[in-house]
């Protein structure tokens, strides 16, 4: 009988070829650079196209640092895949069965190099789709990755790298060239890091100067608020108001409309919110027209009948009431502005062109609810100093 011989040679530079180890090097070290900015790159592409329809994904400091080293440390492996790949390409001992082993292993590691892209584009697409497809309208993080599946992200690179290694151990004695790699690697994911890493204030910034007098507006109320008031706001409260459309916010709107239409009072806080949300025009939903003019459906704010009943709730001197004709006031001139012609020649900034163009119509039963509002608080005299801030109607019809 013919005995075989099953030992395996120790890897090393020459069994792998000196030329071969020092291209496979440096060719992993290219892709792991390469992927690392793709990675960064389309995450910043993806944040962007959000934020033209949705609020701008913004990621805290520590799930931001999380990812970053995630796309890091998998970059590297897959560069490491790339590396053992071409070491595996032709072989110095010529015996058949390590030609089969060196083609399994070269055949494994592009099936793991391309499924982990696949894998990594299909998540990114359906990431996409959930925020552009208004998933969002109904949950604030529709993908909660970083809290819910935070382990996943931690066992993906480091099941990459051992495997890539067990599959070396087919051909080879890998002795201590797995703790070197692993050396390396950790010095790669750690340059890449520091180096590859996009900077996300720059598109943060230019998504925050779009709202810019929308976010000045809503601090300078809540911190005046605080000093005169005395009023502690809760955080998810102030997190919905610095929001557009996600579903936190969209609900705080709704609700914020029921509490004025309960016969109760509301409270000095709520009446704050609500004057935020109208002057900076947040809505549920898009203001569309259904052709019937009598209606009131697209008003998504505190009905004035609302506001004048929770006016009689308080004293004329009282805070809330001296808030709550501010309310009319942001009401008054929203309708007065709603009919307003864009003059063209006009220097506008992005805000006030939101609000000039808003698809807002001019609602007669409201106008005429408005109306019926304004002239009773005029002709009482107790709120003969409160008048003064409300202004004539315009779109009288």
């Not at 993806?46 to 931001?64: A, M, P, Q, V, W």
Request: hydrophobic letters at 45%; proline letters at 1%.
């Amino acid at each position: 009988m013919k005995k075989i011989d099953f030992k395996k040679d120790e890897i090393s530079i020459q069994n792998i070829g000196k030329r071969r180890f020092w291209f496979g090097v440096i060719s992993g070290f290219i892709f792991a650079n390469t992927i690392s900015l793709i990675f960064n790159k389309t995450r910043e592409l993806i944040r962007c196209l959000t934020s033209l329809s949705e609020d701008l994904l913004i990621f805290e400091s520590k799930e931001l640092a999380f990812f970053n080293y995630f796309f890091a440390s998998l970059s590297t492996v897959l560069g490491l895949s790339i590396t053992i790949w071409v070491w595996m390409g032709t072989s110095v001992n010529k015996k058949r069965k390590h030609k089969i082993y060196k083609q399994q292993v070269r055949t494994n590691t592009q099936l793991f190099f391309w499924l982990v892209l696949f894998l990594t584009a299909q998540l990114g697409c359906l990431f996409l789709f959930l925020i552009l497809g208004k998933v969002s309208s109904f949950y604030d993080d529709p993908i909660n990755l970083y809290e819910e599946h935070s382990i996943l992200f931690i066992l993906i690179p480091i099941v990459i790298f051992t495997q890539n290694w067990f599959l070396v151990r087919l051909v080879y004695r890998t002795g201590k060239w797995v703790l070197f790699s692993l050396i390396i690697s950790l010095i790669t994911i750690f340059i890449l890091n520091k180096t590859i890493t996009v900077d996300q204030n720059i598109l943060n910034e230019t998504y925050f100067s779009r709202y810019k007098n929308s976010f000045k507006y809503t601090q300078d109320i809540i911190s005046k608020s605080k000093k005169e008031y005395g009023i502690k706001f809760n955080n998810k409260a102030i997190e919905a108001i610095k929001k557009r459309k996600t579903w936190s916010s969209t609900r705080q709107i709704w609700n914020i409309k029921q509490s004025f239409a309960e016969d109760k009072k509301v409270s000095i806080d709520t009446i704050i919110l609500q004057k935020i949300i109208i002057h900076n025009l947040k809505a549920r939903d898009r203001y569309r027209y259904n052709g019937d003019s009598r209606t009131l459906v697209n008003w998504q704010y505190a009905l004035p009948i609302d506001i004048l009943k929770q006016i009689n709730y308080f004293k004329s001197e009282s805070y809330e009431t001296k808030e709550l004709f501010k309310i009319l006031r942001e009401e008054i001139l929203l309708i007065n502005k709603s009919k307003i012609i864009l003059d063209d020649s006009k220097e506008l900034d992005f805000y006030e062109r939101i609000n000039e163009n808003q698809a807002l119509k001019v609602n007669i039963m409201l106008v005429e609810q408005l109306i019926k509002v304004r002239d009773s608080l005029v002709n009482l005299e107790k709120y003969s100093e409160l008048n003064k801030m409300l202004p004539e109607i315009k779109n009288v019809p």
